[in-house]
Each structure stands twice: as structure tokens, then as C-alpha cells.
């Protein structure tokens, strides 16, 4: 891993609908540009520093033993709006249901009598050393499950000592999310048609120190998903009865998200040609997304970037084969967490044969499904060498902030620990098919 980094002081920030502005929200936008560096730090302090609140809610996250447990709370925290955003894939959803049953079909082996001493749950991802082998998936306006959430994700990934990636469409900058880190995180790429805009995002990754790029494939264009048309999703949120009524209902999240200013996208506001509010960024967003994205283009953006390389949204063998055939360091088998093509089969269930075409001439991760440490270990035994958790960390983020997001890990990493030990294994780079109970 890369040691430092500069830290940019210039800021700027996976939509459904972008927001329509009014002239309030403008202002609130013009307001957010002139924020200093050491004002944002410190808007993510005062959270933290808030101790005797901070113990009741370590003490109420204690009690959570399950990602479902967190998924509960951050219902009851989070405006419905945000929370279904979190919680929905494609039309009939049918695929985001198929990337958790297909887990909870798959059968481990159980084993005795084998010295379960010394466990370790260390291994690395493209060359960097993690914890466990899961990292945080980019996830774009995680600033409105709680407020700077991708700030406090980074934060808790980084004392974790797992990677976070940072989505395009993050509210929190690249810069935002460099200023309360050491540890050089992940950046995920969309690409835009302004080549220039994608150019420009590339040169803040690397001034940031950032260590991957992540370059998603599977969002050219837009899955439609019915919670968040019909909920009328906008960030910040739109002020009709309904809206008002969803944020007044989670006082504790409004009271957050007026502490802060980033409330819009950070990564694009400010840097975008011709974007300078929330009203130019909506046609901007609807206009940007490249639908003619090719396999030259992953070229010359590896060419651009010219770091590890890890490409996001396979879910086929030929488009594997083919991704290999770039020289990147790592797929992503994923379908966007079924969040875009309904229909298609679940990441678990095409990860074996995605392994087998691409053999060892690239490193296979998975994203998709992943609700326990059980499910990052059926996993590795069927060939990833890495995981990634979207909504697991949504949920514990919108449950308790950065502390949510701990335990959210710490969940997954007992799950993880006792599972292997129970199928007699003690190190978690040596688990293969034969912990599988495949009848
Ligand atoms: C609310 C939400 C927003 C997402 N935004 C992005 C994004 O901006 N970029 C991206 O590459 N993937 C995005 N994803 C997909 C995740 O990176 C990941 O593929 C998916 O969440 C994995 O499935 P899981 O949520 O079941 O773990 C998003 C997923 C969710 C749930």
C-alpha cells in the first residue's frame, strides 16, 4: 500500500433521480463551497466527541448480533426515502432476492476433532493486507444514510484495517474523505462522456493517494427501481408534505444532517463543467453517463490512471475473459447488488465458472448478498479471493454512524472466525471447496 499522500485543498461530490433546486437549495450549495478544510474535519469531530451520547449508542450497538439487527435499526433511523434506497433492487427485485438465497443455499461441512488454535482471518487484496478478506463496496449517497457517511465509513474501515472505496456519486468528496484518513482508500469510477471531467477525477484519486480505482461497468445506463421513483428520491430531500413528514419522523438523522454541510454531490458540484448547483447537476447527471463505454475505453483509462486497476460488474465468462485480457488486477463479480439488470443470476451462483474461465490470470472478488461472515466464507471456498459489503455497511451506518459501521465488521468477522472453525480450518487463505457440503 501506498504510505501518504497530498491532500488537495480545492472540494467539490448511483443516483435514481437527481434533485430538482430551488433557490434555497442553492444557497445552501453556494454555502458548501465556501466551507474550509479544517471547518469539515471538525463537523465530524463534534460527532464523536459527544461522549456520554456516544456510550448509550455503543451500548445499544452492542445488542445488535446481526446485520439484520442493524438493517432494523437504520429503518428506524433513516428517512424512509434513503433507507428504501438502500434496501432495493430492479423492478421485481427478483435478482437482489437470488444474491441472498442463493448464500443461504449453499451447505458447509462440519468438522471435528481438528485443533481450532491460532485462527487467522489476515489475507490481501490486489497486494494489500486486510483484516479479512471484505472490503467496503462504493455506495453513492451513503452521506444521506447518515450525515458524512463516507467520511465515517472510511474512518471506521481504516481502524478496521479493511479497505473503503468511495463512490463517483458520493456525497462526501474525494478530499472530504482524504482529510480524516491515513490509510489511502479505494475509488470507484463511473465514466462520464465529459472525458475531461473523468480525466480531472482520475488526478483528484491520485492526489488524494487513493490505491485502486475501481472502474464500474454495469451503470451506463440506469436499472429502474420502483421504490425510488415512487418515493420521489433527491438528495437533499425534496420539501413536499411527505418528504417533511419522512425527515421530522427521524429527528436524530435530521439533527445530524444539520450539523453538516455536505448535503449534495461532492465529487461533482464545483468540478463538473457548468455545474456549479443542484439544479444543473440534475441534467447534468441525466446527460453524462456514457451508454457507448467499450473495451477501449477501460484501455485508455488504465493508461490514465496507471495504478491497480480493478473492474467491477462481471457477471458473464466472456466478459470476464475479456476483462482479464486487459491487464487489470481484479474483477468484481457483481450485479450492482441487483440493483440493474433483473433477471440475471445471482453473484454467487456464477462466481464458479467465472473463476474457471479466468483461472489465475486475474484476482476474482464478489459483491452481492453477503449478510454474514458464513457468506464471505462459501465465498472464498467457491474462488473469490475478496468480498465487498454494500447494504451490510449501509445498514450499520444509518444504525450508529462510524460505530455502526464497526460493528457492522465485527459482526461479520465473528461470523467469519467461529464459522471456519467450526468446518476445522484455522486460516482463512487456505479455505477451498472442501468446506462445502455439496451433496
Ligand atoms: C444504495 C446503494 C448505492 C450504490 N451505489 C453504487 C455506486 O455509486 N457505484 C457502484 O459501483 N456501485 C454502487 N452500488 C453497488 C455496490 O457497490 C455493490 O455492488 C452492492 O451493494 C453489493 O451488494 P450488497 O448490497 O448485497 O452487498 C450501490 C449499492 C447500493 C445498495
Known sequence: ???????????????????????????????????????????????????????????????????????????????????????????????????????????????????????????????????????????????????????????????????????????????????????????????????DFVRNLIGRAKAAGCSALVLTLDLQILGQRHKDLRNGLSAPPKWTPKHAWQVATRPLWAMEMLGTKRRSFGNIVGHAKNVSDLSSLSSWTAEQFDPKLSWDDVAWIKREWGGKLILKGILDSEDARAAADTGADAIIVSNHGGRQLDGARSSISMLPRIVDAVGDRIEVHLDGGIRSGQDVLKALALGAKGTYIGRPFLYGLGAGGQDGVTRALEIIRTELDVTMALCGRRDVRDIDRSILDEG
Open 1 to 195: 500500500m501506498q504510505a501518504g499522500r497530498s491532500t488537495p485543498s480545492r472540494r467539490t461530490g448511483e443516483v435514481a433521480t437527481v434533485p430538482r433546486s430551488r433557490p434555497s437549495d442553492r444557497l445552501r450549495s453556494a454555502e458548501e463551497g465556501g466551507l474550509s478544510e479544517a471547518h469539515r474535519v471538525e463537523a465530524v469531530d463534534v460527532q464523536s466527541a459527544n461522549q456520554p451520547a456516544r456510550a448509550k449508542r455503543l451500548r445499544s450497538l452492542s445488542t445488535a448480533l446481526t446485520i439484520a439487527d442493524l438493517k432494523a435499526r437504520a429503518r428506524r433511523r433513516v428517512p424512509k426515502m434513503f433507507f428504501d434506497y438502500a434496501d432495493s433492487g430492479a423492478w421485481t427485485e427478483g435478482t437482489y432476492r437470488a444474491n441472498e438465497a442463493d448464500f443461504a443455499a449453499i451447505k458447509l461441512r462440519q468438522r471435528v476433532l481438528v485443533d481450532m488454535t491460532g485462527r487467522s482471518l489476515q489475507s490481501e487484496m490486489i497486494g494489500e493486507r486486510v483484516a479479512m478478506p471484505v472490503a467496503i463496496a462504493p455506495t453513492g449517497m451513503t452521506g444521506m444514510q447518515h450525515a458524512d457517511g463516507e467520511m465515517l465509513g472510511a474512518r471506521a474501515a481504516e481502524a478496521f484495517g479493511v479497505p473503503f472505496t468511495l463512490s463517483t456519486m458520493s456525497i462526501c468528496s474525494i478530499e472530504d474523505v482524504a482529510s480524516v484518513t491515513k490509510r489511502p482508500f479505494w475509488f470507484q469510477l463511473y465514466v462520464m462522456r465529459d472525458r
